[in-house]
T-cell receptor, first 113, second 112 residues
Framework: DAKTTQPTSMDCAEGRAANLPCNHS???????VYWYRQIHSQGPQYIIH???NNETNEMASLIITEDRKSSTLILPHATLRDTAVYYC??????????????FGGGTRVLVKP | DTGVSQDPRHKITKRGQNVTFRCDPI?????LYWYRQTLGQGPEFLTY????????KSRLLSDRFSAERPKGSFSTLEIQRTEQGDSAMYLC??????????FGPGTRLTVL
């Protein structure tokens, strides 16, 4: 699976949008971009995923560049409960790949009042 | 609660002892995964099952580790002759086919 690069940490003001970047310049055409987050002492939580189109759900929006080499996770109105480590993961679509997730270091997001 | 559950949540053991963890996946999920997470790092894949078949094992899974999913429902992860380096959070996840994985709360193992 392609590697991803994320900033180590970032702060965000409560109520503002949080934009989390991720570089995946070696992504191939049959790989998805997934985002998970992990709140302290909990298991990772699925947020959203996409292939090449932008995606939105009740938690966040995912913007993928046209060349697919980078993406941005947008939390539209950050709350204190969004403080967590956010992981950007590239995963193969191929069934034979087994669906395992390869986590990097993630971005530690601190939402401040 | 119909999420992934893990038992126990915390385990303290002495070096050399055997430990076993249990994971109950979301009902009807045919895939079950085990990951390990050490302090300050992201989770690392250990192994996964499709129904009762163990289809992939990471090189991290030494011969002291064994995982089973006998009836394609719950799974157990056993560590024999524990070492201090085995201290970590052990996470279980499940999915329906290749769809998104849902994680349990984890079992935190401390080896003294």
């Amino acid at each position: 699976d392609a590697k991803t690069t994320q900033p180590t940490s970032m702060d965000c003001a409560e109520g503002r949008a949080a934009n989390l970047p991720c570089n995946h310049s070696t992504i191939s055409g049959n790989e998805y971009v997934y985002w998970y987050r992990q709140i302290h002492s909990q298991g990772p939580q699925y947020i959203i995923h996409g292939l090449k189109n932008n995606e939105t759900n009740e938690m966040a929006s995912l913007i993928i560049t046209e060349d697919r080499k980078s993406s941005t996770l947008i939390l539209p109105h950050a709350t204190l409960r969004d403080t967590a480590v956010y992981y950007c993961i590239v995963r193969s679509r191929r069934k034979a790949a087994g669906n395992k997730l390869t986590f990097g270091g993630g971005t530690r997001v601190l939402v401040k009042p | 609660d119909t999420g992934v559950s893990q038992d126990p949540r915390h385990k303290i053991t002495k070096r050399g002892q055997n430990v076993t963890f249990r994971c109950d996946p979301i009902s009807e999920h045919n895939r079950l995964y085990w990951y390990r997470q050490t302090l300050g790092q992201g989770p690392e894949f250990l192994t996964y099952f499709q129904n009762e078949a163990q289809l992939e094992k990471s090189r991290l899974l030494s011969d002291r580790f064994s995982a089973e999913r006998p009836k394609g429902s719950f799974s157990t992860l056993e560590i024999q002759r524990t070492e201090q380096g085995d201290s970590a959070m052990y996470l279980c996840a499940s999915s329906s086919g290749t769809k998104e994985q849902f994680f349990g709360p984890g079992t935190r193992l401390t080896v003294l």
